[in-house]
Structures are given as C-alpha cells and as structure tokens.
C-alpha cells in the first residue's frame, strides 16, 4: 500500500468516525401523530413523487415501522419499513427471496432533511432497522427497496450498505406527467439467498417467446 493510499483510508475512516459521533447525537424515537406535518414537509422537500394523504396517516399512526432521527424538536431525518409475508407483495417482489411463507421487509422512505445530510444520519436509521430484524421475529429473510434508476446518489448509499441489484421496473414511477425507470435492491439477512430466476427473468424470456417469431414473420414479410 502506498502513503497516499494509507493517507486516504485513514481520512476516510476518521470521516465515518467523525459522522458517527454526530449522527448519534440526534435522538432516535418513533414517529408520532404530531410529526405529520414535518413528515409530509420533509417528504415534499426530499422526493418527486407526491404521496398522498391515507400514507402519511399510516406513517405516524403506527400503521407502519416508522423512525424518526430529531434535531431537538425539528425532523432530521426519517425511515418507513413494511414487514410482511412475501406472498402479500407486489408480483414484481414475489422472487426476491427463494423461498416461500417468509417475511420481507420493503423500505418504503429514508429521507434527510438537506441541512442535516452527509453526516451519517441515514446510515444510522438504516443500521438500526438491520440491527432489528437480525435473528429476531419473524425472521425477515430480506430487506428490499425500489429506487430511481437514475438516482445515483441513492444507488451508491445502498450498495455501500450491502444491498445488491435485483431487478430493472420500466416505468414504475410517475413524475408528473412524465414516467420514469425504478429497480429493486435487496439485502439477504437471516441466512437467506436470491432466487435462481427473477421476475424481470420471466419477462424477459416472455417477451422473447412472443416477439421472436414476430421478427422471423416480418423479415420474412420484407422480401
């Protein structure tokens, strides 16, 4: 290893150091029914995409695992988890985990107000959601999340946390008036691994069954 190399990892582990000392000062607590209107401010500074009004309800009335990270009485940052049997996903989710009757865990949010980002705040909210489904029940087997496919700031934090490419979703989301690419990332926890074959698989193998005879026709039509 050359000093500049030795220089860099060690300013970098000073970094992490510096922002873990700072993201635990930030109090850690649920969210509550009088956190909506911060919720739904921060979500409206963090995101393009609206949510409507039934998702913050559930946010702060326990209806999902919500967390907040506070900068004494003001919203810093904030995580919204769903744990629930993998049958009751979204079909594009049903093969993100080999197995069937297991628990998964989707991220729905991690969102940081811009004051408060690069200093670990959600590295800390990510960690402790890890830490409690870890051999605990029911056993989550995966944690999973969608993500614009252009959000590379979002890409790169979740990777470095562990999470790895699961799957590509053509126009999953509405911005707008426009519609824009998204992807799952998954995290295999509890002695879990991926399935052998992903849903984007099945379509894509779909849609070569049904659009290579096409081409054979219509280049068979061109002469």
């Given at each position: 290893m050359t000093p500049s190399s030795s220089s860099s990892l060690s300013n970098n582990h000073q970094s992490h150091n510096i922002q873990s000392v700072i993201a635990d000062s930030f109090?850690?607590?649920?969210?509550?029914?009088?956190?909506?209107?911060?919720?739904?401010?921060?979500?409206?500074e963090s995101f393009p995409i609206q949510y409507p009004d039934c998702w913050y309800d559930e946010v702060v009335s326990g209806g999902l695992t919500s967390t907040g990270l506070f900068d004494g009485e003001h919203?810093?940052?904030m995580i919204v988890s769903e744990t629930k049997c993998l049958s009751d996903c979204n079909i594009e989710d049903q093969d993100i985990v080999a197995e069937t009757n297991v628990h998964v865990t989707y991220i729905l949010s991690i969102a940081v107000n811009k004051k408060f980002r690069r200093m670990g705040l959600a590295t800390r909210l990510l960690n402790n959601l890890m830490q409690s489904l870890t051999d605990n029940p029911p056993f989550?087997?995966?944690?999973?999340?969608?993500?614009?496919?252009?959000?590379?700031?979002?890409?790169?934090?979740?990777?470095?946390?562990?999470f790895e490419f699961h799957a590509s979703l053509r126009d999953y989301y509405k911005i707008g008036e426009e519609y824009a690419d998204g992807c799952t990332y998954v995290k295999y926890i509890n002695g879990a691994h991926a399935s052998a074959v992903?849903?984007?698989?099945?379509?894509k193998t779909f849609g070569n069954t049904i659009c290579m005879p096409l081409k054979a026709v219509c280049k068979m039509l061109s002469f």
């Open positions: 109090t850690l607590r649920k969210l509550q029914t009088w956190d909506r209107l911060a919720v739904e401010t921060l979500c409206n919203l810093a940052a989550t087997r995966a944690v999973f999340l969608h993500v614009l496919s252009t959000n590379s700031a979002a890409l790169s934090f979740y990777r470095m946390h562990g992903s849903f984007s698989d099945i379509c």
